[in-house]
């Protein structure tokens, strides 16, 4: 097929496709950027967009280190558009729609809510923006993300802190953070632990990927 290109989040995501037959952007968690990247890459002659990563879950059934592969994604307006059909046959995952939002969704309730609207499995920041741009190219798109952070958990804020726009950690915002807030410390390893959980899901499903 012809060369397609990969939309992620971060850093430790973006490693997981070195060496493959395709084009790797890092959007660093931010939906415009993603939505500038995927165009780029649609511009350069990918026929396949595809957004990969880390997701919050939203389907309470769902556990860290669950695939996800949508069949659609909903927009943070509420629009939707469809996932390319019969992408990644053989990956054991679970398929159906994901949901897009414009900043991260920490909390249980505010999770529930975004369930509850839109029967979404999963939540991230970067697939709405390859989704509008395979749209507007003519192309086809795809979504495989893995949970980390399920449904009923919160995120404590030193996650999102301590992180730069790399996907690199900023120890000195994390240690600050947890100064403010020591209660955070249990919550934030469980994060990395949820974190590792995913993306070796997603190590193992790179084998996957159409080449």
């Known amino acids: 097929m012809s060369t397609f290109g990969i939309v992620t989040g971060f850093g430790a995501e973006a490693a997981l496709l070195a060496g493959g037959p395709w084009r790797v952007a890092m959007a660093g968690g931010r939906p415009e950027r993603a939505l500038a990247l995927a165009r780029t890459l649609a511009a350069e002659g990918c026929g396949l967009l595809l957004s990969f990563g880390i997701a919050g879950g939203l389907n309470p059934a769902l556990r860290p280190g669950a695939l996800v592969v949508a069949d659609r994604v909903f927009g943070p307006d509420g629009r939707h558009l469809a996932a390319a059909p019969a992408l990644f046959p053989d990956l054991t995952a679970r398929r159906g729609p994901v949901a897009a939002a414009a ?6 309730a505010a999770k529930a809510r975004l369930f509850a609207a839109t029967g979404a499995l999963a939540v991230d920041l970067e697939s709405w923006g390859v989704a509008q741009a395979a749209e507007e190219a003519g192309l086809p798109f795809g979504v495989l993300r893995a949970v980390a952070d399920p449904a009923p958990r919160a995120l404590p804020p030193a996650a999102a802190e301590g992180l730069d726009d790399q ?15 020591p209660r955070q410390l249990p919550g934030l390893v469980r994060v990395g632990l949820d974190t590792r959980a995913a993306l070796a899901a997603l190590k193992a499903a790179v084998a996957a990927l159409p080449r």
Request: hydrophobic share 50%.
């Open 167 to 181: 996907g690199n950690v900023r120890l000195g915002a994390v240690l600050l953070s947890l100064v403010k807030d």
């Open 103 to 108: 900043t991260v969704v920490a909390d249980p």
